[in-house]
């Protein structure tokens, strides 16, 4: 059994999703009040938790702010439908995914199922078989889940060390927009989504230029995604 | 600028024009009062002063003298010289002009006055105690300073007279200047500007304009925040019912069996319609309230139609359509624009989809990005569908929010009529157009055209 955190202060949909969630294999559990719900997201008796964004009060980025100061437990946002700004926002603070509200149940199954395998299988080493990942002056741990440049530790998400690490694998060849979206967010690409488009953004914020000054994760327009090494300086 | 300019330079001429007629009036009416007042002098101070002198000079001596004679031009700007025959008595140093009057003076025995530019000279002969004779050579100085014209001061009075013209123009031009941008920036969407600070300290008329502009502005302000509340607040409240009817509705699916579906599709497709709407609606009042505050980004206008014909193409498949681009081959530099990328995004993505949506089964959308040769550039996104096209009369109306050409056809093909009135205030919040004709080989061809940087 799943157990979900639900910060919303819609009682009847919490209700509603409870109903929903609960065959599924998720025991759900309400929380529609800012505070109370940072202070229940941190108690480490959840698997994963489930934001909304138009919270009175603290309000949900504030939420997603505390949440990540301590806790890396995975978070999806509810945004209101056609906001890109929350949309980018949510993605920024770390979130690991989002869904426009109203939303269908299937899908909030759907994507915490992803998220789930994905953060179960790291450990396991699905798709890592080495432990240690390193292109250039990038260094990343795949069992400790810790990445490094020159040697300073970069705070990624999970969704954001994800994305990384595929990108890593095959550095200098072209990762397909589907291919990542699969992989890291655990489901299909679909039409007008541009999540995983936010994700790379942050990747690039987070990690700065390259030492010749280029991108380190460079775009192939209508295709994807590739990383870049650095040629000819040895490193 | 105008502004100042036309008070600045008015006062000046004006003032230009009293200072000439005033010189050219002066010299005789000076002649007259320093005529006046030698003769004032004459009858009463100027005879006491040198009798005064003479006495203390035969009484106290020539020090005692000296100390009187400065005293006295301390009170009247007289600069007064005592001599007697053999020369000047009072040790001030008188100068040469002054010793020549006396000698002549002092000759004739007579009293005489002598006007030259810079002051008036007087000679005034009296007796001492022991009656010895002395004259007592006065220069009565500065008594009208215009009084001699030159060069300097006239350009003195002028430079005066033109900084007063430039700070009066400037204090009337300025705060309507600054009044004028602020109402330029409130009609940008920046409601909190005020002109307090700047124009509202002052106490005449402006001052109080600048006030009322601000109590304007707040009312303004207040309005269009509540405004913006209650849009969000609508479309907030309107969604959470629609959320808890999708949640309940998987539930009803869940529960149900085969029978029941395509019921329940049909209600998943009514509130997807009603959410399409709401989001729609509450962009739209966005817009024409002026209340989005416009991003300005740098925005690579082709990879967003790129990626936008991906998108739709991707859409168009599940009814066997394709949506195809033709632009340039190198796209990333050449159609760049400062403005907002999701309003753009959502302005194309409508007109493209409104396409696909008219577009038969197996059909194509063709969209075209051009970039014309002027400057400033503009880029041009034609999209053009093979549907039914639109009467000729009605064409300019698919722009009305809500229109619709066939309300049974629309209806079906999942439209809510907003879309394109969306395009258009993005379009024009960009500066461009947005025009809507039928293609002379049937379909509608809807064409974009935005301002491009000068690049």
């Known amino acids: 059994m799943q157990r979900v955190l639900v910060i919303d202060d819609d009682v009847e949909l919490c209700e509603l999703v409870s109903e929903y969630?609960?065959?599924?294999?998720?025991?759900?559990?309400?929380?529609?009040?800012?505070?109370?719900?940072?202070?229940?997201?941190?108690?480490g008796e959840h698997d994963f938790v489930v934001l909304d964004v138009m919270l009175p009060g603290l309000g949900g980025f504030e939420i997603l702010r505390r949440i990540r100061a301590v806790s890396a437990i995975p978070v999806i946002m509810l945004t209101a439908r056609g906001d890109e700004i929350d949309l980018i926002m949510g993605l920024e603070i770390g979130a690991d995914d989002y869904l426009p509200k109203p939303f269908n149940p299937r899908e909030l199954v759907a994507r915490t199922r992803a998220i789930q395998r994905r953060v179960q299988a790291l450990p396991a080493g699905e798709v890592s078989q080495r432990p240690l990942l390193a292109v250039d002056d990038v260094e990343m741990d795949v069992q400790s889940m810790t990445v490094r440049r020159f040697g300073a530790a970069v705070d990624l998400t999970s969704v954001e060390f994800g994305v990384l690490e595929i990108l890593l694998q095959s550095a200098g060849s072209v990762v397909t927009r589907e291919h990542l979206v699969r992989k890291a967010l655990g489901r299909r690409l679909l039409p007008y989504d541009r999540s995983i488009d936010m994700h790379v953004s942050n990747l690039r914020r987070k990690l700065g230029a390259a030492r010749d000054g280029s991108e380190r994760i460079k775009t192939v327009r209508g295709v994807g995604y590739f990383y870049a090494r650095v040629v000819g300086n040895g490193g | 600028m105008r502004l100042f300019l036309k008070i600045f330079l008015t006062f000046l001429i004006a003032m230009g024009a009293v200072i000439t007629v005033t010189l050219a009036v002066t010299p005789t009416l000076?002649?007259?009062?320093?005529?006046?007042?030698?003769?004032?002098?004459?009858?009463?101070?100027?005879?006491?002063?040198?009798?005064?002198?003479?006495?203390?000079?035969?009484?106290?001596?020539?020090?005692?003298?000296?100390?009187?004679?400065?005293?006295?031009?301390?009170?009247?700007?007289?600069?007064?010289?005592?001599?007697?025959?053999?020369?000047?008595?009072?040790?001030?140093?008188?100068?040469?002009?002054?010793?020549?009057?006396?000698?002549?003076?002092?000759?004739?025995?007579?009293?005489?006055?002598?006007?030259?530019?810079?002051?008036?000279?007087?000679?005034?002969?009296?007796?001492?105690?022991?009656?010895?004779?002395?004259?007592?050579?006065?220069?009565?100085?500065?008594?009208?300073?215009?009084?001699?014209?030159?060069?300097?001061?006239?350009?003195?009075?002028?430079?005066?007279?033109?900084?007063?013209?430039?700070?009066?123009?400037?204090?009337?031009?300025?705060?309507?200047?600054?009044?004028?941008?602020?109402?330029?920036?409130?009609?940008?969407?920046?409601?909190?500007?005020?002109?307090?600070?700047?124009?509202?300290?002052?106490?005449?008329?402006?001052?109080?304009?600048?006030?009322?502009?601000?109590?304007?502005?707040?009312?303004?302000?207040?309005?269009?925040?509540?405004?913006?509340?209650?849009?969000?607040?609508?479309?907030?409240?309107?969604?959470?019912?629609?959320?808890?009817?999708?949640?309940?509705?998987?539930?009803?699916?869940?529960?149900?069996?085969?029978?029941?579906?395509?019921?329940?599709?049909?209600?998943?497709?009514?509130?997807?319609?009603?959410?399409?709407?709401?989001?729609?609606?509450?962009?739209?009042?966005?817009?024409?309230?002026?209340m989005i505050v416009r991003r300005r980004d740098s925005v690579a206008l082709g990879d967003l139609v790129r990626e936008v014909v991906d998108d739709a193409d991707f859409e168009a498949r599940s009814v066997h359509s394709t949506v195809r681009l033709d632009a340039p081959p190198d796209t990333s530099d050449a159609f760049t624009l400062t403005g907002d990328a999701e309003l753009l995004r959502s302005a194309i993505e409508n007109v493209i989809r409104n396409a696909v949506r008219?577009?038969?089964?197996?059909?194509?959308?063709?969209?075209?990005?051009?970039?014309?040769?002027?400057?400033?550039?503009?880029?041009?996104?034609?999209?053009?569908?093979?549907?039914?096209?639109?009467?000729?009369?009605?064409?300019?109306?698919?722009?009305?929010?809500?229109?619709?050409?066939?309300?049974?056809?629309?209806?079906?093909?999942?439209?809510?009529?907003?879309?394109?009135?969306?395009?258009?205030?993005?379009?024009?919040l960009h500066g461009g157009r947005v025009e809507a004709a039928n293609a002379s080989d049937g379909g509608l061809e809807v064409a974009i055209s935005l301002p491009l940087a000068a690049s």
């Open chain 2, 358 to 428: 008219y577009t038969p089964e197996n059909g194509q959308v063709s969209v075209t990005l051009t970039r014309s040769q002027t400057t400033p550039p503009e880029a041009f996104i034609h999209v053009r569908d093979h549907g039914p096209g639109i009467p000729e009369p009605l064409l300019k109306e698919v722009f009305q929010p809500f229109y619709r050409v066939d309300p049974s056809r629309d209806r079906q093909s999942g439209g809510v009529g907003l879309g394109l009135a969306i395009t258009e205030h993005a379009v024009h």
């Open chain 2, 30 to 290: 000076g002649q007259g009062s320093m005529t006046a007042r030698w003769r004032r002098l004459e009858n009463g101070a100027l005879g006491v002063y040198a009798q005064t002198a003479a006495e203390i000079y035969e009484r106290d001596g020539a020090d005692a003298l000296d100390a009187y004679l400065i005293r006295v031009n301390g009170i009247a700007s007289i600069h007064a010289y005592l001599f007697d025959r053999s020369g000047e008595v009072s040790h001030l140093a008188a100068p040469a002009h002054a010793v020549e009057l006396a000698r002549s003076g002092g000759s004739s025995g007579e009293i005489k006055f002598q006007l030259r530019p810079t002051a008036m000279w007087t000679v005034r002969q009296v007796a001492g105690p022991s009656g010895h004779e002395y004259l007592l050579v006065s220069e009565i100085s500065k008594l009208l300073p215009a009084f001699s014209v030159s060069a300097t001061r006239v350009l003195s009075v002028c430079a005066v007279a033109a900084l007063i013209c430039f700070w009066l123009a400037r204090h009337v031009s300025r705060p309507i200047v600054q009044m004028r941008a602020a109402a330029l920036r409130i009609s940008e969407g920046h409601f909190s500007t005020r002109v307090g600070k700047s124009v509202g300290r002052r106490r005449d008329e402006i001052g109080d304009l600048g006030r009322d502009f601000d109590q304007m502005a707040g009312r303004l302000e207040t309005l269009v925040a509540a405004q913006q509340r209650l849009l969000a607040d609508i479309s907030h409240e309107l969604r959470s019912p629609l959320t808890r009817l999708n949640v309940a509705l998987a539930l009803a699916r869940r529960a149900s069996g085969d029978p029941a579906q395509p019921a329940l599709d049909r209600i998943e497709r009514e509130a997807e319609r009603l959410n399409t709407l709401i989001g729609q609606l509450s962009m739209l009042s966005l817009m024409e309230s002026g």
């Open chain 1, 21 to 43: 969630l609960l065959p599924e294999g998720f025991l759900l559990e309400a929380v529609h009040d800012g505070v109370q719900g940072v202070s229940r997201a941190l108690s």
